[in-house]
């Protein structure tokens, strides 16, 4: 998915901006850092994981004990799993880069360690 499919997938979205965020991979795309992503990784608040329960989606718990959710064969939705701030990107709220970097760091795979680099690359040529 490009940027473009991301936000055409999110007009679409049938619930409030105000409660989810885009994150990781799907989140760089948005800002430019990365072309591509496979799938879209959201954060929501609990009102909207509660919302995703009556609507009849399925969840598993994650480690923390927060919901996570699969919204059709591309979306990911976690319970609660924001750092940082969010910014708007064409209407589209997105974890700020600092969020990014340290929800990054705190996954530790080698891939966030690659995509911290990029992120912090992108920060300092946007001053």
Known sequence: MNKQDIISRLKDFPYSCEEYWVITG????????????HDIDMGCTSAMADKLVSDGY???LTESGNRKFNYGDDIEIFENWKYGSIEYIEGIPVLSLDGLIEMKQDLGREKDYKDIALIKAFKVKSC
Do not use: D
């Open 58 to 60: 399925s969840y598993q």
């Open 26 to 37: 799907s989140a760089m795309v948005l800002y430019g850092i990365r072309e591509q992503t």
